[in-house]
T-cell receptor, first 116, second 115 residues
Framework: DQQVKQNSPSLSVQEGRISILNCDYTNSMFDYFLWYKKYPAEGPTFLISISSIKDKNEDGRFTVFLNKSAKHLSLHIVPSQPGDSAVYFCAASGAHGSGNTGKLIFGQGTTLQVKP | KAGVTQTPRYLIKTRGQQVTLSCSPISGHRSVSWYQQTPGQGLQFLFEYFSETQRNKGNFPGRFSGRQFSNSRSEMNVSTLELGDSALYLC??????????????FGPGTRLTVL
């Protein structure tokens, strides 16, 4: 049973436009969500995170939105750049104080291609 | 500030052998987690250590084990290797506090090939 799902395996956008990557989760105990970017044969690079007490977090070109009632989060990249081309993973972890903050459950990833 | 380091970066073993992978976390971080990435299963959590104690464990057989030392460095061991153990093994470090939210920062991984 996949608790974190990224239903779009790939996404292609034009440079300068917005990229929207989506992620759904099923476990209501998840309390903290993260986005990572990954190149082949490298470790994931942390991008941005959000806790369940917020519905939006912004860092430069990256914004994450969380809709708890829908168990859905999305990552917006504006404007998209060719260097953003990579695999993006969303991940979820357990509730604050549960001792599960060190266990990340990952989605399957979405490959983003930004065309010049 | 130095990032997470993993050694070795590449490893080739044969079925039935055992292997030990090493991870040095970011200075000051107390949590080390291990993940396995394969094309078919994606990124899967193996286990997490915090202050030398295993705090969480994923759904992997007992052939997969780990430990953490007093300097927070961690090792994972896989015994009786199987072909399906071929994967990228990633180590992540995070957190100075036991119960705070912790972003995890990943090392470059160890690519294990089992022949």
């Amino acid at each position: 049973d996949q608790q974190v799902k990224q239903n779009s395996p790939s996404l292609s956008v034009q440079e300068g436009r917005i990229s929207i990557l989506n992620c759904d989760y099923t476990n209501s105990m998840f309390d903290y969500f993260l986005w990572y970017k990954k190149y082949p044969a490298e470790g994931p690079t942390f991008l941005i995170s959000i806790s369940s007490i917020k519905d939006k977090n912004e860092d430069g070109r990256f914004t994450v939105f969380l809709n708890k009632s829908a168990k859905h989060l999305s990552l917006h990249i504006v404007p998209s750049q060719p260097g953003d081309s990579a695999v993006y993973f969303c991940a979820a972890s357990g509730a604050h104080g549960s001792g599960n903050t060190g266990k990340l459950i990952f989605g399957q990833g979405t490959t983003l291609q930004v065309k010049p | 500030k130095a990032g997470v380091t993993q050694t070795p970066r590449y490893l080739i073993k044969t079925r039935g052998q055992q292997v030990t992978l090493s991870c040095s976390p970011i200075s000051g971080h107390r949590s080390v987690s291990w993940y396995q990435q394969t094309p078919g299963q994606g990124l899967q959590f193996l286990f997490e250590y915090f202050s030398e104690t295993q705090r969480n464990k994923g759904n992997f057989p007992g052939r997969f084990s780990g430990r953490q030392f007093s300097n927070s460095r961690s090792e994972m061991n896989v015994s009786t290797l199987e072909l399906g153990d071929s994967a990228l093994y990633l180590c992540a470090s995070g957190g100075r506090a036991a119960s705070s939210y912790n972003e995890q920062f990943f090392g470059p991984g160890t690519r294990l090939t089992v022949l």
